[in-house]
């Protein structure tokens, strides 16, 4: 079973940056993509970025140009670099490992989530 621990959320002023990461073990294998979603309180989670075993990348519009996506195979961890933050990307960052079946992305687990606030 796959299994994901999230790391590198806090509290920086708006302009500042941030690193995320979301290491994997176990079930590694099966996993053909992995994700970051977000929940601002009172909100849905939202897609921010997606990332293939191939390395293609999927960005939410809101984020594009500010936030890269990346992955280190060797570590099984896959990055969330953060800069130009906003206070509206205040949230709880979500990490996803997905599985690709009959072309339905079918969600592996779910990392525990890690805080990022970002102060005006």
């Known amino acids: 079973q796959v299994q994901l621990v999230e790391s590198g959320g806090g509290l920086v002023e708006g302009g500042g940056s941030l690193r995320l990461s979301c290491a994997a073990s176990?079930?590694?294998?099966?996993?053909?993509?992995m994700g970051w979603y977000r929940q601002a309180p009172g909100k849905q989670r939202e897609l921010v970025a997606t990332?293939?075993?191939?390395?293609?990348?999927n960005y939410a519009n809101s984020v594009k140009g500010r936030f890269t996506i990346s992955r280190d195979n060797a570590k099984n961890t896959v990055y969330l670099q953060m800069n130009s933050l906003k206070p509206e990307d205040t949230a709880v960052y979500y990490c996803?490992?997905?599985?690709?079946?009959?072309?339905?992305?079918?969600?592996?687990?779910w990392g525990q989530g890690t805080q990022v606030t970002v102060s005006s």
């Open positions: 996803n490992a997905y599985q690709v079946l009959n072309g339905i992305r079918v969600i592996l687990q």
């Open positions: 176990g079930g590694i294998f099966s996993i053909n993509g």
């Open positions: 990332i293939t075993r191939d390395g293609s990348t």
